[in-house]
């Protein structure tokens, strides 16, 4: 089956720097999106990785290691707006999206 | 200004009454997502559309129905909704199927069966 792996739930601190993983094992790859959801909102979209390595964004970047099945997102100087839920998203050989459940980041001052 | 527009934001309806939700987008794009998210869960794909062509996720219920009369428009129909089907439904758009571009997605209708 296809799977897509991300902690529940992260705290960190205004102003630190935070790493949210993502595993997956899908039939196929074709590209991993990193969404942002506020609650009670929808999706935003926030990164594509379809190369292995690292693509930066202002205070958020993204890493790709295709081999380990593996990305992370980075968020650098957290601020409390950054609070949401971070859905990690692979796109299969059928080019369908599949989904993790999210990792609710938790930003305390 | 909004791409995709859902409405209502929050739909209240009373058990096995019939109830739609709708979608429009301004993007004019070829694919439109019907999803069920909830709380604390990934985003579960219901069916989508590439133009005019329906795909139906093997697992969606009978029970939920859509409808696209034109690109900009899309429906999701829940003809007899169970406490079970409350949830956010969220719409997206992409522009083309066959290739990976981002998904946009809608503001959701937060569904409520009392």
């Known amino acids: 089956g296809q799977n897509i792996d991300q902690p529940t739930e992260m705290t960190a601190t205004e102003g630190a720097i935070v790493q949210i993983n993502c595993t997956y094992q899908t039939s196929g790859f074709n590209g991993l999106f990193w969404y942002q959801q506020h609650a009670g909102e929808a999706p935003t979209f926030l990164s594509y990785n379809v190369l292995d390595g690292l693509e930066e964004k202002g205070r958020f970047s993204s890493f790709l290691s295709r081999s380990k099945g593996y990305s992370y997102l980075l968020l650098k100087e957290l601020q409390m707006k950054d609070s949401a839920s971070y859905l990690c998203?692979?796109?299969?050989?059928?080019?369908?999206?599949?989904w993790g459940a999210g990792t609710k980041l938790i930003i305390k001052p | 200004d909004a791409m995709v527009i859902q409405n209502p934001r929050y739909q209240v309806t009373q058990f096995g009454k019939p109830v739609t939700l709708s979608c429009s987008q301004t993007l004019n794009h070829n694919v439109m997502y019907w999803y069920q998210q909830k709380s604390s869960q990934a985003p579960k794909l219901l069916f989508h559309?590439?133009?005019?062509?329906?795909?139906n996720e093997a697992d969606t219920p009978d029970n939920f129905q859509s409808r696209r009369p034109n690109t900009s428009f899309c429906f999701l129909d829940i003809r007899s909704p169970g406490l079970g089907d409350a949830a956010m439904y969220l719409c997206a758009t992409s522009r083309d199927g066959q290739r990976v571009t981002e998904a946009f997605f809608g503001q959701g209708t937060r569904l409520t069966v009392v």
């Open positions: 998203a692979v796109v299969d050989s059928n080019y369908q999206l599949i």
């Open positions: 559309y590439y133009d005019k062509d329906f795909n």
